[in-house]
């Protein structure tokens, strides 16, 4: 079935570095890609998502990138301050079956 | 708007016991989801609904029913509580999921414990 990889599962940086975090999909059919931030007992909320004719879309210190061919993406955060310290999802829809498959999550830490 | 609302925030159950979770969002959203979400398991799609009166199985559908006889509500209803569906379980729903793909907006979550 289809699935989402993600890595790394935690990822600990030091504020004002940055931070990537990377996925890799299996359905070739997916074409929407989108990211998700989970505080500590909140619901996740999207930050940032890119549809399949798009290479890279940035949104201040958030950005994502896409490689259909080799069927991952990634998501890229500059400048990172502590509010950033959450968990991330990736996930990727295909409009064929209407499901949206999360990957496992990354647990980021922004040191002070 | 309320967005998407989900009742109760906690549960407790014992094992064999059946409950109902509530789902409603006021978007006129055509998609709506269930997810459990376990630790280091991500978000994981037990059921979806793509309108009124058509829902389909998602990854991990086992142990649980859906229906959706309104566009608004979408209830998750577990028919004998088992200890392995202790879990946080979000409510989602999106505009539609054709063409180009649309953001899912979640409900508050219910943390359920059984026991």
């Known amino acids: 079935g289809e699935n989402v990889e993600q890595h790394p599962s935690t990822l600990s940086v030091q504020e004002g570095d940055s931070a990537v975090i990377k996925c890799t999909y299996s359905?070739?059919?997916?074409?929407?890609f989108p990211w998700y931030k989970q505080e500590l007992g909140k619901r996740p909320q999207l930050i940032i998502d890119?549809?399949?004719?798009?290479g890279e879309k940035k949104d201040q210190r958030i950005a994502v990138t896409l490689n259909k061919t080799a069927k991952h993406f990634s998501l890229h955060i500059t400048e990172t301050q502590p509010e950033d310290s959450a968990v991330y999802f990736c996930?990727?829809?295909?409009?064929?079956?209407?499901?949206?498959?999360f990957g496992t999550g990354t647990r980021l830490k922004v040191l002070a | 708007n309320a967005g998407v609302t989900q009742t109760p925030k906690f549960q407790v159950l014992k094992t064999g016991q059946s409950m109902t979770l509530q789902c409603a969002q006021d978007?006129?959203?055509?998609?709506m989801s269930w997810y459990r979400q376990d630790p280091g398991m991500g978000l994981r799609l037990i059921h979806y609904?793509?309108?009124?009166?058509?829902?389909d199985q998602g990854e991990v559908p086992n142990g649980y029913n859906v229906s959706r006889s309104t566009t608004e509500d979408f209830p998750l209803r577990l028919l004998s509580a088992a200890p392995s569906q202790t879990s946080v379980y979000f409510c989602?729903?999106?505009?539609?999921?054709?063409?180009?793909?649309?953001?899912?907006?979640f409900g508050p979550g219910t943390r359920l414990t059984v026991t």
């Open positions: 996930a990727a829809s295909n409009p064929g079956t209407y499901k949206y498959i």
């Open positions: 890119i549809r399949s004719n798009v």
């Open positions: 359905d070739s059919a997916s074409n929407y």
């Open positions: 609904s793509v309108g009124a009166g058509i829902t």
């Open positions: 989602a729903s999106a505009l539609s999921l054709n063409s180009g793909g649309d953001e899912q907006y």
């Open positions: 978007m006129n959203h055509e998609y």
